[in-house]
């Protein structure tokens, strides 16, 4: 399914100012952070980022691998990254503007795909989770930062939110369905701002699940 227009749209116009939030530049870091802490990334690694946005995260695990293929539906958010790419002359970051949930793909094949915050955008998480299995080398890693299950205090009126965060053991279960394995979640962050149900304080806590690929596929015995 192609995304919605009104989502392409918010993050067109989003991108401009998308990095004046000090709360979403103080959990990029904090993913990024995780994700170092939980896969120590070598140089040798080819990594895509899922939903990179401004690339935020992608910017900052860029130093760890050989190169990052950062992928973004959203013209204007890409245009952000490709700036500070130029500016800080930074080879080993491809930026892409390609849906991986409309057959469109890279030729790669990678060591690890990282995301933060993008899942939720997604209708179909089992074909997403295929899409990112079929694009791993055997034994490659994942490491997916997203929102838990909330109440919609966090995304009420946020256009494109197909899912209020994730169970952690069904997101869990979700990507052993498609045959990942050594799933373990963790926290990264704690968001805390005003719920948009309650209107008071309130904590919305973001985790990182990791896993990988198996080396061998095992053969499904007639
Ligand atoms: C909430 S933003 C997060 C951006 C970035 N990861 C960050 O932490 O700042 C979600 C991003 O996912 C992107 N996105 C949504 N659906 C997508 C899709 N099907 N393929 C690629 N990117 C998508 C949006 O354009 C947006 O940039």
Do not use: Y
Not at 98 to 110: C, V
Not at 138 to 160: C, S
Not at 185 to 203: C, D, L, M, N
């Amino acid at each position: 399914m192609t995304q919605p227009q009104s989502m392409t749209n918010h993050f067109d116009q989003a991108a401009a100012t998308w990095e004046e939030k000090p709360a979403r530049l103080a959990l990029a870091r904090a993913v990024a952070e995780k994700i170092i802490e939980q896969i120590e990334p070598q140089k040798k690694m080819a990594a895509l980022e899922f939903g990179c946005g401004t690339g935020l995260v992608t910017l900052a695990i860029a130093p760890h691998v050989r190169k990052i293929v950062a992928v973004d539906t959203s013209a204007s958010m890409l245009a952000v990254l490709e700036r500070k790419i130029r500016e800080n002359s930074i080879s080993n970051v491809i930026p892409r503007q390609i849906d991986l949930m409309n057959n469109e793909s890279s030729e790669d094949r990678f060591d690890l795909i990282f995301s933060s915050m993008a899942i939720h955008h997604i209708n179909d998480i089992p074909r997403l989770l295929t899409v990112f299995h079929a694009l791993l080398n055997p034994g490659g890693r994942i490491a997916l930062a997203d929102l838990d299950a909330e109440d919609g205090g966090f995304h009420k009126d946020v256009p494109g939110v197909f899912h209020f965060g994730f169970d952690r053991d069904d997101f869990a279960r979700q990507l052993e369905a498609v045959g990942f394995e050594g799933l373990s979640g963790t926290t990264a962050h704690v968001i805390r701002r005003e719920s948009a149900v309650t209107g008071k304080p309130a904590e919305f806590p973001v985790f990182l699940m990791t896993g990988r690929k198996p080396e061998k596929q095992t053969k499904i015995s007639k």
